[in-house]
């Protein structure tokens, strides 16, 4: 089962863009890679899911490099209201590490 | 379509004493995991259920039970009741059990062992 690896903390300000990059040396070929958002007394919430290169919704970017064994969750122009945890999630496994606690400020 | 709920919101418990909590998985999803989240934590996966049957189990005690009923709704059973039992439980299902996931969570029950 493929470990991630996350900062545990992040601060940004309104407005700025937000990278958080996971680490997950031993993804398997066919493993997706997904990352989650929680608030305080939520479940997680799913923002994005990719295999490869790049991935782009309405919330967020993916970028996933050629050898997959990081990925980069990219949050442009963050405000409060993304101040929550961020899950990397590899495959199947549904194990949630610590995650990454970003804090924006105003 | 419905999301996933969860029953009940907060209860509860005394040290002991048994629990059921319940999940209502979202329409079309027969995959459902459960999930312990102490606070200040992340979610400790407890087990997962494919079809009715266990498919999967994390660090967890027998006392940890669980179903999944033809409908695909959910049911986590702790006995014996411990105060570290306290914590957030989450439910969570996805459409099927392949490695491309993307799983709906409910909102959680919040259990309070005293």
């Known amino acids: 089962l493929a470990k991630t690896t996350q900062p545990i903390s992040m601060d940004s300000y309104e407005g700025q863009e937000v990278n958080i990059t996971c680490s997950h040396n031993n993804i398997a070929t066919n493993d997706y890679i997904t990352w989650y958002q929680q608030f305080p007394s939520q479940g997680p919430r799913f923002i994005i899911q990719g295999y490869k290169t790049k991935v782009t919704n309405e919330v967020a970017s993916l970028f996933i490099p050629a050898d997959r064994k990081s990925s980069t969750l990219s949050l442009p122009r963050v405000s409060l209201s993304d101040t929550a945890v961020y899950y990397c999630l590899v495959g199947n496994d549904m194990r949630f590490g610590a995650g990454t606690r970003l804090t924006v400020k105003p | 379509e419905t999301g996933v709920t969860q029953s009940p919101t907060h209860l509860i418990k005394t040290r002991g004493q048994q629990v059921t909590l319940r999940c209502s998985s979202q329409s079309g999803h027969n995959t459902v995991s459960w999930y312990q989240q102490a606070l200040g934590q992340g979610p400790q996966f407890i087990f997962q259920y494919y079809r009715e049957e266990e498919n999967g189990r994390g660090n967890f005690p027998p006392r940890f039970s669980g179903l999944q009923f033809p409908n695909y709704s959910s049911e986590l059973n702790v006995n014996a009741l411990e105060l570290d039992d306290s914590a957030l439980y989450l439910c969570?299902?996805?459409?099927?059990?392949?490695?491309?996931?993307?799983?709906?969570f409910g909102s959680g029950t919040r259990l309070t062992v005293v």
């Open positions: 969570a299902s996805s459409p099927k059990f392949d490695r491309a996931g993307g799983y709906t």
